[in-house]
């Protein structure tokens, strides 16, 4: 079984903290994505990456970045938290042309 | 701007009726439909869709999709209240490697 884990399932931060999240998958996928989910807002995609060190800006990139140095391992980064960053973030991977895995999400709250 | 659209947004029936799904999208040179079904947790995959007219099943549920105007339907016949979740159809553009951008999801609500 495709395995997707992430660091930390619930996560509070005090604004202006930096955070990182952090995925790791377990099947060598070449791409690996990271989403926020807000009520009636659906998944909305931050970042995504289709190889080792490269990475694409989805649709609501600003205020992330994101890290891919190994191929099993995609952080997303938060480099000053902010309150409208409190969500529900969810990682993916897959192999090219196929289905994503998600991982479990991390409920973060910024206070 | 790529876009992917569904309909309704939440939906409320009895046991043992039949629902349709539907979603519609925007994207530069389409590659896949994905609908996935989401309960307290993380997505799960329920079909991949990539051509037009080919009736995707599984169970009670099925899917198909129609390029030619840009939607796909997801049916659920003989709903049980196990059905109840979000349903999400996400589909891949072309427009750069591997982008896969969701709808914001039908909530499907079953009730005995």
């Known amino acids: 079984d495709v395995k997707v884990t992430q660091s930390s399932r619930y996560l509070v931060k005090r604004t202006g903290e930096k955070v990182f999240l952090e995925c790791v998958q377990d099947?060598?996928?070449?791409?690996m994505f990271w989403y926020r989910q807000d009520p009636g807002l659906g998944l909305r995609l931050i970042y995504f990456?289709?190889?080792?060190?490269?990475?694409e800006k989805g649709d609501i990139p600003e205020g992330y970045s994101v890290s891919r140095e190994k191929k099993e391992r995609f952080s997303l980064i938060l480099e000053s938290a902010s309150t409208n960053q409190t969500s529900m973030y969810l990682c993916?991977?897959?192999?090219?042309?196929?289905?994503?895995?998600f991982g479990p999400g991390t409920r973060l709250t910024v206070t | 701007e790529d876009k992917v659209v569904q309909s309704p947004l939440s939906l409320v029936v009895h046991e043992g009726d039949t629902v349709t799904l539907n979603c519609s999208y925007e994207?530069?040179?389409?590659?896949?439909l994905l609908w996935y079904k989401q309960e307290k947790k993380a997505p799960t995959f329920l079909f991949m869709l990539?051509?037009?007219?080919i009736e995707k099943k599984s169970g009670r549920l099925s899917s198909i999709l129609d390029k030619k105007e840009l939607f796909s339907i997801l049916n659920i016949t003989a709903t049980q209240t196990g059905d109840s979740a979000v349903y999400l159809c996400?589909?891949?553009?072309?427009?750069?490697?591997?982008?896969?951008?969701f709808g914001s999801g039908t909530r499907l609500s079953i009730r005995p």
């Open positions: 993916a991977s897959r192999i090219l042309g196929r289905e994503q895995y």
């Open positions: 099947m060598d996928h070449e791409n």
């Open positions: 990456s289709y190889d080792v060190k490269m990475k």
């Open positions: 994207v530069t040179n389409f590659r896949s």
């Open positions: 990539t051509s037009s007219g």
């Open positions: 996400a589909v891949e553009g072309d427009s750069s490697a591997s982008k896969i951008i």
